[in-house]
């Protein structure tokens, strides 16, 4: 079965700086999905940005980028311009192509941004 | 659009008593899922559903059974709550024709079980 690693449980920034989140994972498959969501205080789960194993091109959204490493199983998150809002938990998962109603979790990286 | 709710947000139970959490999203999605989160560890599925009607089993269903009669609503129940089973619970649903499956999530349920 697929495995998700999230190394660091805490990671902190100040505001308007920028941090790097790491995830790595273990698959024997070539095609898949990877995504970063994010969890505040609310718990609710929020979809931060997605990337297709297929694609060599790193996705990105705003503020959002992330560093893909198909052959390192490396997928990070970096967050440029910090802001307070971006205090949360972050987690890194995990979408087999074949059995897409799979998705694999790992435990996550708390967040603090520093004023 | 309300997009995922859950109901309810909080609930403690005592060994041996049941109940069901309810999931209902707005967005018309075929996939429902069920997951739990415990301190430590990312979300593990518990149980999804491809569409109204059916249910199948995800990575840790014991002790939990589900049903998916309307569309819309995707229903998680406990028969006999064991203190294992405290956990924050979050349903999900998903939009058969996003290639990427992307899952949208409610705002989760804290469940106790002394």
């Known amino acids: 079965a697929q495995t998700v690693t999230q190394s660091q449980p805490e990671m902190s920034v100040q505001e308007a700086e920028t941090v790097t989140l790491s995830c790595t994972y273990d698959?024997?498959?070539?095609?898949?999905?990877l995504f970063w969501y994010k969890q505040p205080p609310s718990r609710q789960m929020i979809l931060v940005i997605r990337q297709e194993a297929y694609k060599q091109q790193n996705a990105t959204e705003n503020r959002f980028s992330v560093n893909f490493q198909k052959a390192a199983k490396s997928f990070s998150l970096k967050i440029s311009d910090s802001q307070l809002g971006d205090a949360a938990m972050y987690f890194c998962?995990?979408?087999?192509?074949?059995?897409?109603?799979?998705?694999?979790f790992g435990a996550g990286t708390r967040l603090t941004v520093k004023p | 659009n309300a997009g995922v709710t859950q109901t309810p947000k909080f609930r403690v139970l005592k060994t041996g008593q049941s109940m069901t959490l309810l999931c209902a999203q707005d967005?018309?999605?075929?996939?429902m899922y069920w997951y739990r989160q415990d301190p430590g560890m990312g979300l593990r599925l518990i149980h999804y559903s491809v569409g109204e009607g059916t249910t199948a089993k995800g990575e840790v269903p014991d002790g939990y059974n589900v049903s998916r009669l309307k569309k819309q609503n995707f229903l998680l129940g406990l028969e006999s709550a064991a203190p294992s089973q405290t956990s924050v619970y979050f349903c999900a649903s998903s939009w058969r024709g996003d290639f990427t499956d992307t899952q949208y999530f409610g705002p989760g349920t804290r469940l106790t079980v002394l």
């Open positions: 967005m018309n999605h075929e996939y």
């Open positions: 998962a995990y979408r087999s192509l074949y059995n897409n109603n799979d998705m694999r």
């Open positions: 698959t024997s498959e070539s095609d898949y999905y």
